[in-house]
């Protein structure tokens, strides 16, 4: 049944253009994923595909973890799309459930 909105699920790397090469590096070990203008200045290395998502991104930093607070804001990362792998994403519960581990992450988790 559709709901009204979409899971779209993205992993990114900003760095200041002149840094563009990392992001090329990123994308080069990964194998998936573009390169793109996000500002002015800013470029982007971004993965979109759930299959790259799962299957590249998240075992890197599974293997590697993160030691920031972002580590935490990956981990739940890992739930959505382990949560969209099981099609939850595409139920009244599973978007609810996906919405409120989302509205916990990056500026809106408490501090």
Known sequence: MAQGYQVLPE???VQHERDVQVLYALKAYFGCGVVR???EDRMAYRVRKLEDLLGRIVP???KHPLKTRKRVDFLKFRKVLLLMERGEHLTPEGLERIRRIVATMNRGRPR
């Open 37 to 39: 203008r996000n500002r």
């Open 11 to 13: 992993f990114t790397v």
């Open 60 to 62: 890197f930093f599974m």
